[in-house]
């Protein structure tokens, strides 16, 4: 298995720059994994193609404003920054650029945006931050092997009104409506970039499955570097793969559990709900649960890499977009279907043009 064999060729008029409206207008391609066979659908079809009792598995993780703008003090070099997890009170995992120039004891006194569209809707609460906090600096504490800096804010809130959306280097468009690149059921800010296989529902269409029969159960991962990091290793399994946050609560594992007693399907909204159920699944395994259930309320740090191979111990189908090429992603998603039904599938939605990446088209995977 090699990096190049989760390659693939996109015309770049195909990466979707700007989010459909409304959100359920998206395409949807159906894949059934046994056979290979595809369906053009429409993504409100959704409500037709998962059956009644089948349990839906959603992540609940919020953007947050994580792209940060500031200048060195001592030199007035302008510094950006991009941050990844919080490990604590005040502490961050970042990107920073220009990197060079920022060496463990280097401070970034941050400023507002160019433009505001990162957080022009904050609101009241942010405006008494402003009025409450004059200055937010951050000092780089270390710097990592693989250029991560561990940083210290002076002041946490500050996020709030300095912070624009983290939107992907592939997308050139200014975004209007910063709460287009959120859920419409985030909840728990966290991440550095949108669960964006959530994007396509709506409350309606969350309430059209329920009234079908279709349950839904949230978990939470913050999602984090390997959204941005493309592999660059010949093989995969050389990959370091990052931890990301994650958190599956009581409730939904007794949806779960009762899901897996009854012989009920349960479907991963995308491929950071796979990643939860899988890394529980996995845990489950090694600590000798038999049978696969009671499935039990977990949360830490998820470091498992999905690569074909891969046994699938929770997930009987995802709801997905189209994920970059040479892309820890794209080798999840073929982990679940096979590498060559969905390189074929990706080849059909190229001649069928449909949209790619963040806020481009879905699939469903059975």
């Known amino acids: 298995m090699r990096t190049d064999d989760f390659d693939y060729q996109l015309p770049p ?17 159906a ?18 193609l998962i059956p009644p009792g089948a349990v839906l598995v959603l992540n609940r993780s919020r953007v947050i404003p994580a792209r940060l703008y500031g200048r060195r003090k001592g030199t007035g070099g302008r510094v950006e920054l991009l941050l990844l997890r919080r490990e604590e009170e005040g502490v961050w995992q970042a990107l920073g650029k220009p990197g060079r120039s920022l060496r463990p004891g280097s401070v970034i006194r941050l400023e507002a945006p160019a433009t505001s569209g990162g957080s022009s809707h904050a609101g009241p609460a942010a405006s008494r931050i402003i009025a409450e906090t004059a200055v937010v600096e951050a000092e780089v504490l270390s710097v990592g092997s693989d250029g991560i800096r561990r940083l210290r804010l002076s002041v946490e809130s500050g996020i709030d ?14 975004l209007e409506d910063p709460e287009r690149y959120q859920t419409v059921y985030s909840d728990r800010p966290g991440s550095a970039a949108a ?19 279709v349950e839904t159960a949230y978990v939470t991962l913050h999602v984090g570097l390997d959204t941005f990091r493309p592999v660059s290793e010949d093989n995969p399994q050389e990959h370091a793969i ?21 012989n009920r399907p349960i479907i991963a909204v995308g491929t950071t709900s796979v990643r939860t159920l899988e890394q529980v699944g996995k845990d489950m395994q090694d600590s000798g649960t038999v049978g696969g259930y009671p499935i ?39 982990a679940f279907a096979g590498r060559e039904n969905i390189l074929a599938a990706y080849r059909e939605a190229i001649v069928e043009k449909y949209r790619f990446y963040s806020f481009g088209d879905a699939m469903l995977i059975r």
């Open 296 to 334: 039990r309320a977990a949360s830490g740090q998820a470091d498992l890499f999905i690569l074909p191979g891969h046994k699938f111990r929770l997930v009987d189908g995802m709801i997905t977009n189209f994920h970059l090429p040479r892309s820890t992603l794209v080798m999840l998603v073929s």
């Open 242 to 262: 990052h931890t990301e946050y994650y958190e599956l609560t009581e409730d939904t594992a007794d949806v779960l559990t009762r899901a897996r007693a009854e």
């Open 161 to 174: 009104r300095l912070g624009e959306m983290p939107l992907p280097p592939y997308i050139h468009q200014r």
């Open 13 to 29: 008029e195909l990466i979707a720059q700007t989010p459909v409206e409304p959100r359920d207008a998206s395409r949807l391609l």
């Open 195 to 213: 669960p964006t296989a959530g994007l396509h529902f709506t409350p309606q269409l969350l309430e059209s499955l329920s009234s079908k029969g």
């Open 31 to 48: 894949l059934d994994r046994a056979t290979g066979r595809v369906e053009h659908r429409q993504f409100t079809d959704i409500q037709e």
